[in-house]
């Protein structure tokens, strides 16, 4: 089955803007969650349930976990259309009404 001719030049404008649309959506809800865990983790250390690690903690995990994470998300960046103008304004919208 092929794309008539008459429609075929809608899918490249659309499937970025879906696409952006739903990458908006996931990184609103990722951030709505990692802010409840930090309010968590705050409320945690201020009644003495858990231990605030030192800076120093923080930036070693940080220069460990980091280089695994970038190894592993460096090529999605690649398969991602962020430079299309759709798929920007997919995003944008994903992140304000998501």
């Known amino acids: 089955m092929s794309i008539p001719p008459e429609i075929a030049w809608i899918v490249p404008i659309v499937v970025p803007f879906i696409i952006g649309l ?15 865990v930090l309010a968590l983790i705050i ?38 259309p962020y430079s299309s103008f759709t798929f920007i304004i997919g995003l944008i919208l994903g992140l304000w009404k998501g």
Do not use: H, R, W
């Open 43 to 80: 409320v945690l250390a201020v009644f003495g349930y858990i231990a605030i690690p030192s800076v120093q903690d923080v930036i070693e995990t940080a220069m460990t976990v980091l280089p695994q994470i970038q190894a592993q998300l460096g090529p999605l960046i690649n398969i991602l």
């Open 22 to 36: 739903l990458i908006g959506i996931i990184i609103k809800k990722a951030l709505k969650l990692a802010l409840a």
